[in-house]
């Protein structure tokens, strides 16, 4: 997977990021450190979409989960 980051801070990451990997079809990007993220792959096994700390979504292969804060399913 190439990735490329930008401003990036220790513990934080970077404001802007994102990565890609052309075999298998996966991107990644965040956004604003780690409060922004979204990835998805070709096969559709990989899917997230988290806007922290208020909604996420993650997939991965036959497992799932979410969260609404302040709940957790």
Same mark, same amino acid.
């Given at each position: 997977?190439?990735? =490329? *980051?930008?401003?990036?801070?220790? &513990? &934080?990451?970077?404001?802007?990021? /994102?990565? /890609?990997?052309?075999?298998?079809? %996966?991107?990644? /990007? #965040?956004?604003?450190?780690?409060?922004?993220? /979204? *990835?998805? #792959?070709?096969? %559709?096994?990989?899917?997230?979409?988290?806007?922290?700390?208020?909604?996420?979504?993650? =997939?991965?292969?036959?497992?799932?989960?979410?969260?609404?804060?302040?709940?957790?399913?």
């Amino acid at each position: 997977m190439k990735s =490329r *980051g930008f401003l990036i801070l220790p &513990l &934080l990451g970077s404001l802007f990021g /994102y990565g /890609y990997d052309k075999r298998t079809g %996966e991107q990644d /990007y #965040n956004a604003l450190f780690f409060l922004f993220q /979204y *990835g998805t #792959n070709q096969d %559709e096994d990989y899917h997230k979409f988290i806007l922290f700390p208020f909604f996420g979504h993650y =997939r991965f292969a036959s497992k799932q989960t979410t969260f609404i804060t302040p709940f957790y399913f």
